[in-house]
């Protein structure tokens, strides 16, 4: 069983740059599809961006697509978040999340999550 751990958040102004890792342990991450979701107060959990096992093809949302950049070191047994370009509506708790079977854009679809980390984007 997989843990995952979030780190980076923080706090930057409006057109900054952050980069979120999630580092895995108690499981190889190159068996899993990797996914990351931030919730923001009030609102449902959503996918921002993911990576898959096989090739490392992406996915983004719309939101994200463009400033975001999804990227893993399976030797390291980590996955990194690239934000740039942030907006005040990016703030958010964001999650790392994983899965064996395949990459999915429903939170309800994964079993391993991390504890989340905060980024908040001051206007």
């Known amino acids: 069983q997989v843990q995952l751990v979030e780190s980076g958040g923080g706090l930057v102004q409006t057109g900054g740059s952050l980069r979120l890792s999630c580092a895995a342990s108690g499981g190889t991450l190159s068996r899993y599809n990797m996914g990351w979701f931030r919730q923001a107060p009030g609102k449902e959990r959503e996918f921002i961006a993911g990576?898959?096992?096989?090739?490392?093809?992406?996915s983004y949302a719309d939101s994200v697509k463009g400033r975001f950049t999804v990227s893993r070191d399976n030797a390291k047994n980590a996955v990194y978040l690239q934000m740039n370009s942030l907006k005040p509506e990016d703030t958010a708790v964001y999650y790392c999340?994983?899965?064996?079977?395949?990459?999915?854009?429903?939170?309800?679809?994964?079993?391993?999550w991390g504890q989340g980390t905060q980024v908040t984007v001051s206007s």
């Open positions: 999340t994983a899965d064996e079977a395949w990459l999915s854009r429903s939170p309800g679809h994964y079993d391993y």
């Open positions: 990576i898959s096992k096989a090739y490392g093809t992406t």
